[in-house]
């Protein structure tokens, strides 16, 4: 017997212990000890075959041995420890039988992996502290947005919506001038704007894109039609920050290009976006309102989902009006009913023609949503600040 | 804007209830800031005057008082500062109501107070000064209602004459936010009409003037582009010498957030804006050079001294209003100085005009100057109204000053404005709504908007003067909507399916942000705007940076080129926070400047500092992070794509440490970089330990990836072998210089070889110096059959071979 196969016979031993003990129960645990382990065991006579070998030879392979001993030594220690544990609990039979989760023993996995040399089990008695902690695994987390964000796009694409993307530092002319906004119109001190130092190829200053909706018209220009698209980004207001403001802030925006489309159909799709989101209980109402790239246009509101809507009165009138004085006030919709979610509206025909489409033939809706506000909804976050103040306390939880 | 129920009931003849308006106005897409009840229900109170002052015996920060209400003399007790004998006050009986609750006899230091005399607060008025009592105006009648003084007159009927005083308290102030297609509605008239426009409510027009037609010209009024001022009514008054502005209307600018000056000639102004939404100007008639008025573009050089006494220097072609020789206002954005009235002035002329939208809003943007009249100028008055508004002006005038004279009325009105036809098509509008209204209910909606709209079909719909946000069909379906509530509007759809996609980008970020998260890091955002000493901190070119023209501050002037000094900010923030381990990762947009514009790239990066996994745990096994516990993570990160791999860089890459980095390849292109963090760059950035592990991955390469064909997207399974493999062990000494992915790619050419496992690395005793002990495991299968001992003993003779003559190991005894 060379040196290389008494290597081969020991990882042997090695194996056929690994499965000896994995199906090993109180009633034959002695068995298979006596079996590797004993004075005539198989690992005694192995060692005792050393004789025969180099000076060198010996070393190394004796060393091996005794690592190996090691190890079937703590295994069955550890099967002690487990069966006396088990018998605690009441689950042994007491018969052996094969491990049903196919567990081995440490150290005898077809010899690659070591004893884990702080091996609990091996010093574990029969009285356990099973309340101590579980070994860490490391846990990270996505950032609210991004969950938030995650969550509404893909409740969107089910319904048929295509992701679209676009630059944040925009042409004039598709953050402004092709959505409605004409140079020196008052709808543009709406939006705050940010002007970038580079030029567009007109020689205009570019701009931080105060919305998504640029890429409404970066989709539909010269594009086939229908077209059925939302796009989720970053956006930019020059706004002070403060609980509730930040310059920089996200937006999904949703748009949809088809014959003969209509706001029922775009009733009919927030309807079952929100209702994806925050469940089949959740109502959606619209109100007039103004966006410059939509006629007519609609604020979307949706039933509180803290409160379930349960207070109706339309608008609240302030502490002094004496409305619901007494009965707690939901702290989210401030007793409305209503929260406000989405702008919303019917594509606007000179946007349509500012891409090249023929508003007598096309039509469609467009709306969109802050990410923030609903992120803070959804997690409870109360100051935007947060969202960038990145304190792994916060994150950590999510 | 602020309106005033009290002032917004003047125009409708049965007004709602102030509690259903919140919602009334909601419906109609007027938003409501706040809504809040103002002044109090105030009785009992009434004009008395004060006959005598003496020192209160107990106090000396108090008087007794002496009023008369011109029946009897009270004895009060007065705590202010400014009271004098003759001043006429407001004196608040006992049993009298007031805003802070009904007042009862009392005893004030001793002394038996028989009433009191009050400040404008306790009167329920607001934006006052309380500091002290409130005078009243020596005019009032003693004994009367004191409130009722700052009740305005109730509009005269025509034909009668008695101006009846209504005392419609407490009041209530709305805040409305009012979008820019609404402007129409900037004022309590025309958001009076609005309402009964759409809720079927009788309006009251304003009582207006009759103004003399014969009146002559006292100055001519010239305008050179009509296309820039459409319309010019002009009215010239005089005899107006110390006209004094009335309490009740004093008292409704106040309630407006407005500080009325006290002289009607400037008061008027804003009073009749806020009534009427019409913005005028009265011009001191004395200081007319002429007099005269050229409506005209400025000439280059000219300047103005403006209201607030700033020189303005005016930009060729800036729209004003000037007499004979200068610019004596910025037409439509405010006055000039010299032209201003003043308590002397006897004659104005009166400007009530139209300007084109574009001019004003160019004229305060250059002008740095916005005021109430530019912003409503910017948003479009109706042309309809200057002759109205100077009438109201006119009236309110003569109404304080009866003996005043008319001396001009001029109207340079020389085109009426063409307004658009819209096809009213009932099909069209129910298609945009998705709607099935009849004809009846959609007829009634545009009649309410158009009185004079005729039933015969096809529809001609010309909207009134005042709704110039009407334009299409699209905009008619809009009011058909508001006019019958937004609720309307079914949730029915025969949408077609239509297919989703993700792009590539978006599904790589997403894959990168799941796995990431997966392995320990959290996700960061930072701001996309960075100061200047973020480049510099962390030896970034700033030469590079896109950068604001408008920032908000220093903080936030550039665009950032890397994530790397954000990330080292969110290390330092958590650390300040006691914070040991901090792995973190942000995927984000960095921006560059090119010859033609900008280049934007989405970047993935992330650091790691500190132990990992950060929890402490009794059976140990955190370590500190290092080199290689980031490559680890960027290996599982990567695992399975196609063509992965780390190699050397040959240029040291950015903010890396040189020696401490790699470059990570997918394919034929790199994907991202990670090592050391350039220890500069953290010192810099206030950290004080430098063993920061940084990584960042181009997003469009992973991307670029994503987009090859789906099959190689995913991973494909290699079958294993059924047989049993075989390992062994191998310990050699290798020179230091020899690298491991050296090795590990030559042995790798083994046959049978499952497996390469390096298990060890030694360096220290028993090593010779310049050398290190690998021990690598072998592990062998083969499809077909078991391996032997001898056939694992060829492999690693092989191998043994292999390492000796290539790179010169040797077997370790």
Not at chain 1, 22 to 41: C, M, P, T, W, Y
Not at chain 2, 74 to 94: E, H, S
Request: hydrophobic residues 40%; neutral net charge.
């Amino acid at each position: 017997m060379n040196a290389s196969e008494w290597k081969e016979k020991l990882s042997r031993v090695g194996e056929s212990f690994s499965s000896a003990i994995s199906g090993a129960a109180s009633d034959n645990i002695a068995e298979v000890e006596l079996q590797f382990l004993g004075r005539k065991g198989e690992l005694a006579l192995l060692l005792r075959d050393l004789g025969s070998f180099t000076i060198e030879e010996k070393k190394e392979l004796g060393r091996l041995g005794n690592e190996l001993k090691g190890r079937l030594v703590a295994a069955l220690e550890a099967k002690k420890a487990e069966l006396a544990a088990r018998r605690a609990c009441g689950t042994d039979s007491g018969k052996s039988r094969p491990d049903p989760a196919g567990r081995s023993a440490p150290g005898t996995d077809s010899g690659k992996s070591r004893p884990d040399p702080a091996g609990g089990g091996a010093k574990a008695s029969a009285g356990l502290d099973l309340t101590l902690s579980g070994r860490p695994f490391p846990k990270g987390s996505l950032h609210p947005i991004t969950q938030a964000m995650d969550r509404v796009t893909a409740s969107l694409m089910k319904l048929g919506f295509s992701v679209a993307e676009g630059p944040h530092v925009e042409e004039d002319h598709f953050n402004f001038e092709a959505l409605n906004f004409p140079a020196d119109h008052p709808a543009r001190d709406m939006q705050d704007t940010f002007y970038a130092g580079v030029k567009d190829a007109s020689g205009k200053d570019m701009l931080l894109r105060t919305h998504t909706s640029p890429v409404q018209i970066r989709s539909m220009k010269g594009a086939a039609l229908p077209l059925r698209i939302i796009s989720p980004g970053r956006v930019f207001r020059s706004e002070a920050v403060d609980a509730s403001h930040s310059f920089v802030f996200h937006q999904v925006e949703g748009l949809y290009v088809d014959r003969s489309v209509s706001m029922a159909d775009l009733r009919w799709t927030l309807d079952a976006f929100i209702k994806d989101l925050f469940g089949s209980s959740a109502r959606v109402r619209f109100a007039p309102t103004y966006f410059p790239f939509v006629e007519p246009g609609a604020q979307v509101e949706i039933s509180c989902v803290f409160c379930g809507g349960t207070s109706h009165s339309s608008v609240h009138l302030g502490p002094q009006s004496g409305c619901s004085g007494k009965s707690e006030r939901c702290p989210i919709c401030k007793g409305t009913g209503w929260l406000e979610m989405l702008g919303a509206g019917m594509v606007h025909p000179n946007v349509l023609k500012a891409c090249g489409h023929d508003p007598e033939k096309w039509s469609g809706f467009a709306f969109g949503a802050g990410v923030e506000r609903f992120a803070m909804l959804l997690f409870g976050i109360k100051d935007m600040r947060m969202f960038y103040e990145n304190d792994l306390r916060v994150w950590k939880q999510l | 804007m602020k309106i005033l129920y009290s002032w917004l009931c003047d125009f409708i003849e049965t007004p709602p209830p102030a509690e259903e308006l919140p919602g009334k106005f909601a419906r109609l897409g007027l938003g409501v800031e706040s809504a809040g009840r103002s002044g109090a229900a105030v009785t009992g109170v009434v004009v008395g005057r004060i006959d005598k002052i003496d020192r209160h015996p107990n106090a000396d920060k108090l008087s007794l008082v002496d009023v008369s209400d011109g029946a009897a003399t009270m004895r009060v007790v007065c705590g202010a500062k400014n009271i004098a004998v003759g001043q006429l006050i407001p004196f608040a009986r006992v049993g009298a109501v007031l805003a802070e609750g009904e007042l009862k006899k009392a005893k004030i230091r001793g002394v038996e107070s028989e009433g009191m005399i009050c400040s404008a607060g306790e009167l329920g008025l607001e934006g006052y000064d309380n500091s002290g009592i409130l005078v009243l105006d020596p005019s009032a009648p003693l004994g009367a209602d004191a409130r009722a003084l700052f009740a305005p007159p109730e509009q005269r009927a025509s034909g009668s004459s008695s101006a009846r005083r209504h005392v419609a308290l407490p009041d209530w102030v709305f805040e409305l936010e009012i979008t820019p297609n609404l402007s129409y509605c900037l004022s309590h008239y025309a958001l009076a009409r609005e309402l009964c426009v759409f809720y079927g409510l009788k309006f009251r027009e304003p009582v207006l003037t009759e103004l003399p037609k014969s009146a002559g010209t006292v100055a001519p009024v010239s305008v050179t582009d009509p296309c820039l001022c459409p319309r010019y009514t002009a009215v010239v008054m005089k005899g107006l010498e110390g006209a004094k502005t009335p309490d009740w209307m004093a008292a409704r600018l106040r309630a407006m957030g407005s500080n009325p000056k006290g002289n009607l000639l400037i008061d008027v102004s804003n009073y009749v804006m806020y009534e009427l939404g019409q913005p005028t100007h009265c011009f001191d008639l004395a200081n007319l050079a002429g007099p005269e008025i050229k409506v005209r573009p400025s000439s280059d050089g000219e300047s103005m001294k403006a209201l607030d006494g700033i020189e303005l220097r005016l930009a060729a072609g800036t729209l004003v209003i000037a007499d004979r020789e200068k610019p004596v206002a910025l037409a439509g954005v405010m006055g000039g100085f010299y032209s201003s009235v003043a308590d002397t002035t006897d004659s104005v002329l009166i400007e009530s005009a139209s300007f084109a939208q574009s001019a004003v809003r160019a004229s305060s943007r250059k002008s740095g100057i916005k005021s109430e009249s530019s912003y409503r100028f910017e948003r479009g008055t109706d042309i309809e109204l200057t002759m109205k508004a100077a009438r109201r002006i006119a009236g309110l005038l003569l109404e304080a000053v009866p003996s005043a004279g008319v001396e001009q009325v001029s109207d340079n009105f020389p085109e009426p404005p063409r307004l658009p036809v819209v096809a009213a098509d009932p099909a069209r509008i129910n298609a945009i709504l998705g709607t099935a209204m009849t004809d009846e209910k959609i007829f009634a909606c545009l009649k309410a908007i158009q009185p004079e709209l005729s039933p015969e079909k096809p529809w001609q719909f010309t909207p009134p003067s005042y709704r110039r946000d009407i334009e299409n069909v699209q905009d008619l379906a809009e009011e058909a909507a508001r006019y019958n509530g937004y609720d309307l509007i079914p949730s029915a759809s025969s949408m077609p399916v239509m297919p989703a996609s993700s792009t590539p980008l978006a599904e790589a970020e997403a894959e990168l942000r799941g796995r990431l998260a997966a392995l320990g890091f959290s996700e960061v955002y930072n701001y996309d705007l960075v100061p200047l000493k973020d480049f510099r901190n962390c030896l970034l070119d700033e030469t590079q940076a896109v950068e604001l023209l408008n920032p908000l501050s220093s903080d936030y002037q550039y665009l950032r080129v890397s994530l790397l000094p954000g990330l080292l900010r969110t290390l330092r923030y958590n650390l300040n926070r006691g914070r040991t381990s901090v792995a973190v990762f942000e995927t984000g947009t960095v921006y560059h400047k090119t010859k033609d514009g900008r280049k934007e790239e989405r970047v993935c990066a992330g650091l790691t500092y500190g132990p990992f996994p950060e929890e402490q745990h009794w059976r140990g096994g955190s370590e500190m992070s290092d080199f290689y516990h980031l490559k680890g993570v960027m290996q599982a990160v990567f695992g399975g794509r196609r063509g992965f791999r780390f190699e050397k860089p040959k240029h040291r890459p950015a903010f890396l440490q040189e020696g401490a980095a790699l470059v990570m390849k997918l394919g034929a292109g790199e994907a991202g970089v990670l090592g050391l963090a350039d220890p500069m760059a953290v010192i810099n950035s206030d950290l004080k330990d430098t063993q920061v592990y940084y990584f960042e991955i181009t997003l469009s390469s992973l991307a670029e990836s994503w987009k090859g064909s789906f099959r190689d997207r995913v991973p494909q399974v290699k079958p294993v072998s059924s047989y049993p493999a075989a390992w062994r062990d191998l310990s050699v000494l290798v020179d230091d210089k020899r690298e491991w992915a050296e090795m590990e790619k030559d042995l790798f050419s083994l046959p049978d070889l499952a497996r390469l496992d390096l298990i060890d690395v030694y360096k220290g005793k028993g090593v010779p110096e310049g050398q290190r002990s690998l021990t690598l495991r072998f592990t062998f299968s083969a499809m077909e059959r078991t391996m032997t001992d001898a056939d694992v003993n060829s492999r690693m003779e092989k191998a043994l071979k292999k390492l000796e003559a290539s790179f010169g190991a040797k077997l370790r005894g």
